[in-house]
């Protein structure tokens, strides 16, 4: 069990960088394009770190070409790092001696050219390369890698080592002291976007409950790690989490989850090659198997598992493996050689001393006997089992009695924090009062500043301008004749005027109409509404008022010019949850139901904004016909392999043929006495569409509603590794800026507090800087565009508060 749980440890401590192919393919663009001999080789080193755990193969083509470019450049580092990953895949291939004797050449090596930070991995790895074998050489590895991680000072290694310290706690069942440890490493992965170091954690804490009986945090922790590890893209660590998935769901006496856990933990040993690791999988997989007495197919799995045990002789596995033979036979009624591997099994449980086994094969024995009619020999070992039951039920006692033991100090750890945490925000509170009064009056010196200004400024003005009126009738008479000229451009423009008044009076009675509705909502809210209801009413009302005016505005610039759009990957369903989601309380007041068909999330390659638009012209026409206790949907299906169909549905009352023919002109509206639309937002919808490269149609009959349906282009390229891990890590508010965000975004703090939210076009480009900015979260660049487009200014506080209180700290 420990060289398992270190040969664990061995790997992810070893896969600090990874890589999604397309990430692996910018880096042989880097081994094909760069000139300078260092950055080949460390591209180089990234591609082999990354194909030892998931393609062998391509692992040793690497290994063959960075040989060759080391012979010619004899770069140090990048020798020393080979010899490392040489090391590396030799231990996921059981090669423990010949791992070690490759750690110590590249230590070696280091020492020689005086490297610390390279002898810090050197020497973790050794540590846990001897941690099952030879405890005091594991220790002087440990504090030797300890050492060398201070002198360098690596922060990212130091913890890395201290997580090595909690894990050897563990293995050692001191849980209070891991447990005590434990948050403050897994605070400060999580701030660092460390996923390989909070895979550790939550694999340890699995641990943790599943050594303490608690199968159930076990499994949910359990499960949450293998998100991780899928994340990460480490066979060896989807194989880790999955066996011991597959042994939670045994334990639980769920033994078909067990068997799909087992399945995919032995798939993912073939792929490592460890015999070791192949060997432990199999034994697993038997053991459900024989319990679920499927025999024919239990058979082949325990065959291969014993052959391996036998050929590296792998001790550790043999006592579960020959008690589940001895069932085996038991169910085949082959009593002789089930008898055979009873003894066998006890006997190596007797040798490795573990108890739980003994336990087991008693009680087998017990069976055997029974059904052999031994009963003399049944009572014999019925004593065995007693008496070896006992002692395993003492040690489950003494274990509980630990637990009650960490859950005592636990608490009294949880009561600790709380307190200092509240002592925290009453600081934090008195600062920001203090900040807030320091802000007021520096506000009010500084209009008194700019008052003083103008008075002196309009001063200099009135005396300029006794000397400027003289100049000015001069100016005039030349003006006159000026004036004659313009009159005679004037004329030939008049029938371009008429054009133009025709235009205004058509704008001007679409813009009555479509106003005279929100403004009467507004000014006419019911009193007995709650306040709640008038806000949401209020922003969903603002929000349909803005939409036309963006629509009149875009309508008009771009049927003549073409639409350009910013096309970027984000999930079509997700969009329209947000949507929806900010006129819940609206859709709830008239009982309108909404619902999604789709079996699952699609990503499409779109413009963001416009797609934004274009759902909330579609759902504000399907609210406004679709019944009291009506339904609107949307539907999400892929039509062919680049584009997807995405449908808005109402059942209100529906159009006719005729209606439909008009919808899309300008001001085209239907011909019932109730519009289906403002005549210009579903004219941008077209637009919008249109500037995709898809297609916008609507099917609809009286009584029947209204289906609208258009086309995007679908995402081919997966979500980059910094959306990814903020998808993981945006537990609460995937919105929520990171510290070095907040920094990027310093210079435009005193913008955005100034700001007003009515200048569209302002935050418009504020928006775009802010997109090209690297590494900016884009969850809330699009909320910050929802919030100016819905003119939601609490929302919009709380968007730019980190950002602006950075500021307020380094005035101060």
């Given at each position: 069990?420990?060289?398992?749980?270190?040969?664990?440890?061995?790997?992810?401590?070893?896969?600090?960088?990874?890589?999604?192919?397309?990430?692996?393919?910018?880096?042989?663009?880097?081994?094909?394009?760069?000139?300078?001999?260092?950055t080949?080789m460390?591209?180089?080193?990234e591609?082999?770190?990354?194909?030892?755990?998931?393609?062998?193969?391509?692992?040793?083509?690497?290994?063959?070409?960075?040989?060759k470019?080391?012979?010619?450049?004899?770069?140090?580092e990048?020798?020393?790092?080979?010899?490392?990953?040489?090391?590396?895949?030799?231990?996921?291939?059981?090669?423990?001696?010949?791992?070690?004797?490759?750690?110590?050449q590249?230590?070696?090596?280091?020492?020689?050219?005086?490297?610390?930070?390279?002898?810090?991995?050197?020497?973790?790895?050794?540590?846990?390369?001897?941690?099952?074998?030879?405890?005091?050489?594991?220790k002087?590895?440990?504090?030797?890698?300890?050492?060398?991680?201070?002198q360098?000072?690596?922060s990212?290694?130091?913890?890395?080592?201290?997580i090595?310290?909690?894990?050897?706690?563990v293995?050692?069942?001191?849980?209070?002291s891991?447990?005590?440890?434990?948050p403050?490493s897994?605070?400060?992965?999580?701030?660092?976007?460390?996923?390989?170091?909070?895979?550790?954690?939550?694999?340890?804490y699995?641990l943790?409950?599943?050594?303490?009986?608690?199968?159930?945090?076990?499994?949910?922790?359990?499960?949450?790690?293998?998100?991780?590890?899928e994340?990460?893209?480490?066979?060896?660590?989807?194989?880790?989490?999955?066996s011991?998935?597959s042994?939670?769901?045994?334990?639980?006496?769920?033994?078909?989850?067990?068997?799909?856990?087992?399945?995919?933990?032995?798939?993912?040993?073939?792929?490592?090659?460890?015999?070791?690791?192949?060997?432990?999988?199999?034994?697993?997989?038997?053991?459900?198997l024989?319990?679920?007495?499927?025999?024919?197919?239990?058979?082949?799995?325990?065959?291969?598992?014993?052959?391996?045990?036998?050929?590296?002789?792998?001790?550790?596995?043999?006592?579960?493996?020959?008690?589940?033979?001895?069932k085996?036979?038991?169910?085949?009624?082959?009593?002789?050689?089930?008898?055979?591997?009873?003894?066998?099994?006890?006997e190596?449980?007797?040798?490795?001393?573990?108890?739980?086994?003994?336990?087991?094969?008693y009680?087998?024995?017990?069976?055997?006997?029974?059904l052999?009619?031994?009963?003399?020999?049944?009572?014999?070992?019925?004593?065995?089992?007693?008496?070896?039951?006992?002692?395993?039920?003492?040690?489950?006692?003494?274990?509980?009695?630990?637990?009650?033991?960490?859950?005592?100090?636990?608490?009294?750890k949880?009561?600790?924090?709380?307190?200092?945490?509240?002592q925290?925000?009453?600081?934090?509170l008195?600062?920001?009062?203090?900040?807030?009064?320091?802000?007021?009056i520096?506000?009010?010196?500084?209009?008194?500043?700019?008052?003083?200004v103008?008075?002196?400024?309009?001063?200099?003005?009135?005396?300029?301008?006794?000397?400027?009126?003289?100049?000015?009738?001069?100016?005039?008479?030349?003006?006159?004749e000026?004036?004659?000229?313009?009159?005679?451009?004037?004329?030939?423009?008049?029938?371009?005027?008429?054009?133009?008044?025709?235009?205004?009076?058509?704008?001007?009675?679409?813009?009555?109409?479509?106003?005279?509705?929100?403004?009467?909502?507004?000014?006419?809210?019911?009193?007995?509404?709650?306040?709640?209801?008038?806000?949401?009413i209020?922003?969903?009302?603002?929000?349909?008022m803005?939409?036309?005016?963006?629509n009149?505005?875009?309508?008009?610039?771009?049927?003549?010019?073409?639409?350009?759009?910013?096309?970027?990957?984000?999930?079509?369903?997700?969009?329209?949850?947000?949507?929806?989601?900010?006129?819940?309380?609206?859709?709830?007041?008239?009982?309108?139901?909404?619902?999604?068909?789709?079996?699952?999330?699609?990503?499409v390659?779109?413009?963001?904004?416009?797609?934004?638009?274009?759902l909330?012209?579609?759902?504000?026409?399907a609210?406004?016909?679709?019944?009291?206790?009506?339904?609107?949907?949307?539907?999400?299906?892929?039509?062919?392999?680049?584009?997807?169909?995405?449908?808005?549905?109402?059942?209100g009352?529906?159009?006719t043929?005729?209606?439909i023919?008009?919808i899309?002109?300008?001001?085209?509206?239907?011909?019932?006495?109730?519009?289906?639309?403002?005549?210009l937002?579903?004219l941008?919808?077209?637009?919008?569409?249109?500037?995709?490269?898809?297609?916008?149609?609507?099917?609809?009959?009286?009584?029947?509603?209204?289906?609208?349906?258009?086309?995007?282009?679908?995402?081919?390229?997966?979500?980059?590794?910094?959306?990814?891990?903020?998808?993981?890590?945006?537990?609460n508010?995937?919105?929520?800026?990171?510290?070095?965000e907040?920094?990027?975004?310093?210079?435009?703090?005193?913008?955005?507090?100034?700001?007003?939210?009515?200048?569209?076009?302002?935050?418009?480009?504020?928006?775009a800087?802010?997109?090209?900015?690297?590494?900016?979260?884009?969850?809330?660049?699009?909320?910050?565009?929802?919030?100016v487009?819905t003119?939601?200014?609490?929302?919009?506080?709380?968007?730019?508060?980190?950002i602006?209180?950075?500021?307020?700290?380094?005035?101060?």
């Amino acid at each position: 069990m420990k060289l398992k749980f270190y040969t664990f440890l061995f790997v992810i401590l070893l896969h600090e960088c990874v890589f999604s192919q397309r990430e692996a393919d910018s880096l042989r663009h880097v081994i094909a394009t760069a000139k300078h001999d260092t950055t080949v080789m460390s591209a180089y080193t990234e591609l082999i770190q990354f194909y030892i755990f998931s393609n062998p193969d391509s692992a040793d083509f690497y290994f063959a070409k960075a040989e060759k470019h080391l012979a010619k450049t004899k770069n140090i580092e990048g020798e020393i790092d080979l010899l490392i990953l040489k090391g590396n895949k030799l231990w996921t291939q059981g090669d423990l001696p010949g791992t070690r004797k490759l750690y110590f050449q590249a230590d070696a090596l280091a020492e020689k050219h005086n490297l610390t930070k390279k002898r810090t991995p050197i020497n973790s790895n050794l540590y846990l390369s001897y941690k099952s074998t030879s405890p005091d050489s594991a220790k002087l590895f440990f504090n030797r890698s300890k050492r060398f991680a201070h002198q360098a000072m690596d922060s990212i290694w130091i913890y890395r080592i201290e997580i090595l310290e909690i894990e050897a706690l563990v293995v050692a069942s001191k849980f209070d002291s891991a447990l005590l440890l434990l948050p403050a490493s897994e605070r400060f992965v999580k701030k660092h976007n460390k996923a390989d170091l909070y895979f550790r954690v939550l694999y340890n804490y699995a641990l943790i409950y599943f050594r303490m009986g608690m199968l159930d945090k076990a499994l949910f922790t359990y499960l949450e790690a293998e998100k991780i590890a899928e994340q990460l893209g480490v066979i060896h660590n989807k194989e880790t989490v999955t066996s011991n998935i597959s042994i939670v769901y045994a334990q639980k006496g769920d033994l078909k989850n067990a068997e799909i856990y087992n399945r995919k933990a032995l798939d993912y040993a073939r792929q490592l090659k460890n015999p070791m690791r192949i060997a432990v999988c199999l034994a697993n997989f038997f053991e459900v198997l024989v319990e679920q007495k499927k025999t024919d197919e239990a058979e082949p799995l325990g065959k291969e598992a014993a052959e391996l045990v036998e050929l590296y002789d792998i001790k550790h596995i043999r006592p579960s493996l020959e008690v589940n033979y001895a069932k085996f036979y038991v169910l085949k009624k082959n009593y002789a050689l089930s008898e055979k591997h009873l003894k066998a099994g006890i006997e190596a449980a007797h040798e490795q001393d573990l108890t739980e086994w003994l336990v087991h094969g008693y009680k087998v024995y017990i069976v055997l006997d029974t059904l052999k009619g031994d009963y003399k020999a049944a009572f014999a070992h019925k004593d065995s089992f007693l008496t070896y039951d006992k002692i395993l039920k003492n040690n489950e006692l003494q274990q509980k009695l630990e637990e009650l033991e960490i859950k005592y100090k636990s608490a009294e750890k949880e009561q600790e924090n709380s307190l200092l945490k509240f002592q925290k925000i009453e600081t934090e509170l008195s600062l920001r009062n203090i900040n807030i009064a320091l802000w007021s009056i520096a506000a009010i010196a500084f209009l008194l500043i700019i008052l003083i200004v103008i008075v002196l400024k309009n001063r200099r003005k009135m005396q300029r301008a006794y000397s400027e009126i003289s100049e000015r009738n001069f100016e005039i008479s030349e003006q006159r004749e000026e004036i004659m000229q313009q009159s005679e451009r004037l004329t030939k423009s008049l029938t371009e005027v008429k054009t133009l008044t025709q235009y205004r009076e058509d704008l001007t009675q679409m813009l009555v109409h479509d106003l005279k509705n929100p403004l009467n909502v507004l000014l006419n809210l019911p009193e007995k509404m709650s306040e709640l209801e008038k806000d949401e009413i209020r922003l969903y009302t603002s929000a349909n008022m803005l939409n036309l005016v963006l629509n009149i505005l875009d309508v008009s610039k771009y049927e003549t010019a073409e639409l350009k759009i910013s096309p970027k990957i984000f999930g079509i369903i997700a969009t329209w949850n947000a949507l929806t989601k900010h006129f819940a309380l609206l859709l709830k007041q008239k009982n309108i139901r909404i619902s999604v068909h789709s079996e699952s999330e699609i990503n499409v390659f779109a413009d963001k904004a416009l797609t934004y638009r274009i759902l909330l012209n579609l759902l504000s026409n399907a609210y406004k016909y679709a019944p009291a206790g009506g339904e609107i949907s949307l539907s999400a299906e892929l039509i062919d392999a680049n584009l997807v169909k995405i449908t808005v549905s109402d059942n209100g009352e529906g159009m006719t043929e005729e209606d439909i023919q008009k919808i899309f002109q300008k001001y085209g509206q239907a011909g019932s006495s109730q519009t289906y639309s403002t005549g210009l937002g579903l004219l941008f919808c077209k637009i919008a569409v249109t500037a995709h490269g898809g297609t916008i149609t609507i099917q609809s009959e009286k009584g029947k509603g209204t289906h609208v349906s258009f086309t995007l282009p679908i995402s081919e390229k997966p979500l980059t590794e910094h959306e990814t891990i903020q998808a993981v890590e945006a537990g609460n508010d995937g919105a929520k800026l990171s510290e070095t965000e907040i920094l990027k975004l310093k210079p435009y703090a005193e913008i955005l507090r100034s700001a007003d939210l009515s200048q569209t076009s302002m935050f418009r480009k504020l928006i775009a800087k802010f997109e090209e900015i690297e590494h900016i979260n884009a969850a809330w660049t699009d909320e910050l565009r929802n919030v100016v487009f819905t003119q939601n200014y609490a929302r919009y506080q709380e968007l730019i508060t980190d950002i602006i209180q950075i500021k307020t700290d380094e005035n101060l």
